[in-house]
Nanobody
Framework: QVQLVESGGGSVQSGGSLRLTCIAS????????MGWFRQAPGKEREGISC????????YYADSVKGRFTISRDNAKNTLYLQMSSLQPEDTATYYC????????????????WGQGTRVTVSS
């Protein structure tokens, strides 16, 4: 049974930073692309960043490009999202997902979801 457990969310002021962490179990982590999605209140869940299983290729949505950095440590079965220059529009619940990098813009091909971690950015 695949389990993805996120942590690191919280409340920050505009311009602040947070690092999200996702620990995976129940899958051969180093064989799967991984990603981060987010869902703001009243909006659809969107893919914001994904990383290839080797960590040598990444995708970023335009909304986070240059501010967020995705990374992974396959030895620790852990996925990260470093978020900087946070803005109120980044307020959302952030989800870790097992998903092919090529399908990062859709929820259709997500194999497994974490439970989510809430990020709130105040102005």
């Amino acid at each position: 049974q695949v389990q993805l457990v996120e942590s690191g969310g919280g409340s920050v002021q505009s311009g602040g930073s947070l690092r999200l962490t996702c620990i995976a179990s129940g899958l051969q982590f180093d064989a799967y692309d991984m990603g981060w999605f987010r869902q703001a209140p009243g909006k659809e869940r969107e893919g914001i960043s994904c990383i290839k299983w080797k960590g040598d290729s990444t995708y970023y949505a335009d909304s986070v490009k240059g501010r967020f950095t995705i990374s992974r440590d396959n030895a620790k079965n852990t996925l990260y999202l470093q978020m900087s220059s946070l803005q109120p529009e980044d307020t959302a619940t952030y989800y870790c997902a097992s998903v092919p990098l090529e399908s990062c813009t859709t929820t259709e091909w997500v194999r497994a979801w974490g439970q989510g971690t809430r990020v709130t950015v105040s102005s």
